[in-house]
């Protein structure tokens, strides 16, 4: 509707003119957090989560779902079964077991200065300089806790949440036959819309490996676009996964749409005017709230290597 255009407009103006002078405006007071902060105008939060989907894979492949208080989702950690029944035979029963997982939010942001002489620059685009300043760092920390992160105060990692599928056949050294066999440890359901996610080394250690004859086992066209593909399952890179010492588990592949990340609300931004104002400067926060859980173990698998 034109009028909630024009609403959405004017809360945008008065949004960035207020992180400009500092000048708050009536119209900002539906967004106000109550402690200085402001929710960002809709087309700005679209820009940005298009923005982090750009910088953090693990949105594109993963569910992204929106959440307005903790998730809670039953999980069957095994399924039923079918089988014949002879005329007047009674049907068999299996034990399921069953389990919970909690989508809650953590609180993730990001800093960024200017100057007094930037903002006061008639020039200056502050949401650009805010969004080119600070996508790419939420996009990172975004990745690396949904991939390792320890569940303190963040995510808890996928790694830590993945079945382990197999492990390499030697220690401390990873094979193409141990990437086959990592794929048919998933089950067929899952193999269909599948990814690799693998660490830089473990990536750099499949590309070394050869035929017999030296021709490189791995044959994908290195000048295409990412992702690559491998066994044609998409391959994607992280500098956040581990190495190939022994114990650590650098490749992960499975149906990632079965892990959900939780997008609490949108994101906030708050302008820090007096905390080094003794700099000629003035901080921007920007916040989000998420959370991220494979919603069902058996989806993705991990590739341990093996220990000696």
């Known amino acids: 509707p034109v009028e909630d255009t024009k609403k959405a407009?004017?809360?945008?103006?008065?949004?960035?003119?207020?992180?400009?002078?500092?000048?708050?405006?009536?119209?900002?007071?539906?967004?106000?957090?109550g402690s200085g902060g402001y929710l960002v105008p809709d087309t700005y939060d679209k820009k940005l989560v298009k923005a982090l989907t750009e910088k953090n894979f693990m949105r594109p492949i993963g569910n992204v779902i929106?959440?307005?208080?903790?998730?809670?989702?039953?999980?069957?950690y095994s399924t039923g079964t079918a089988d014949w029944i002879q005329e007047g035979k009674p049907m068999t029963f299996m034990d399921a077991e069953f389990g919970q997982?909690?989508?809650?939010?953590?609180?993730?942001?990001?800093?960024?200065?200017?100057?007094?002489?930037?903002?006061?620059d008639a020039e200056i685009d502050l949401e650009e300089?805010?969004?080119?300043?600070?996508?790419?760092?939420?996009?990172?920390?975004?990745?690396?806790?949904?991939?390792?992160?320890d569940g303190k105060g963040k995510p808890t990692g996928?790694?830590?949440?993945?079945?382990?599928?197999t492990e390499t056949e030697e220690?401390?050294?990873?094979?193409?036959?141990?990437?086959?066999?990592?794929?048919?440890?998933?089950?067929?359901?899952?193999?269909?819309?599948?990814?690799?996610?693998?660490?830089?080394?473990?990536?750099l250690s499949l590309r070394k490996c050869k035929h017999?004859?030296?021709?490189?086992?791995?044959?994908?066209?290195?000048?295409?676009?990412?992702?690559?593909?491998?066994?044609?399952?998409?391959?994607?890179?992280?500098?956040?996964?581990?190495?190939?010492?022994?114990?650590n588990t650098p490749i992960l592949f499975g149906d990632f749409s079965y892990f959900w990340i939780g997008e609490r609300g949108k994101r906030n931004m708050k302008r820090l005017s007096e905390r080094f104002a003794d700099r000629g400067m003035i901080g921007f926060v920007m916040s989000q709230r998420v959370d991220a859980k494979l919603v069902l173990p058996e989806a993705v698998k991990t590739l341990k290597v093996r220990e000696a």
């Not at 002078?21 to 119209?27: F, I, L, S």
């Not at 805010?130 to 990745?143: A, F, K, Q, Y």
């Not at 990437?179 to 819309?193: E, F, I």
């Open 212 to 247: 017999l004859n030296g021709r490189p086992a791995w044959s994908s066209n290195l000048t295409d676009k990412e992702p690559e593909t491998l066994f044609g399952f998409p391959v994607y890179v992280s500098k956040y996964l581990p190495d190939l010492t022994p114990g």
């Open 101 to 120: 997982v909690k989508i809650s939010a953590y609180k993730l942001g990001a800093t960024v200065l200017a100057s007094d002489e930037l903002l006061e």
């Open 171 to 203: 220690s401390g050294i990873i094979s193409m036959d141990d990437a086959m066999d990592l794929t048919y440890s998933v089950k067929g359901p899952y193999r269909k819309n599948a990814v690799f996610v693998m660490s830089e080394e473990a990536y």
């Open 66 to 76: 929106p959440t307005t208080h903790d998730l809670k989702i039953p999980l069957a």
């Open 129 to 149: 300089y805010v969004h080119s300043s600070m996508v790419e760092t939420l996009g990172e920390r975004e990745e690396e806790a949904f991939l390792v992160g």
């Open 158 to 165: 996928i790694i830590y949440q993945a079945e382990v599928g």
């Open 9 to 33: 407009e004017q809360y945008r103006t008065a949004f960035w003119s207020h992180m400009k002078t500092g000048m708050p405006e009536n119209t900002l007071k539906e967004g106000s957090d």
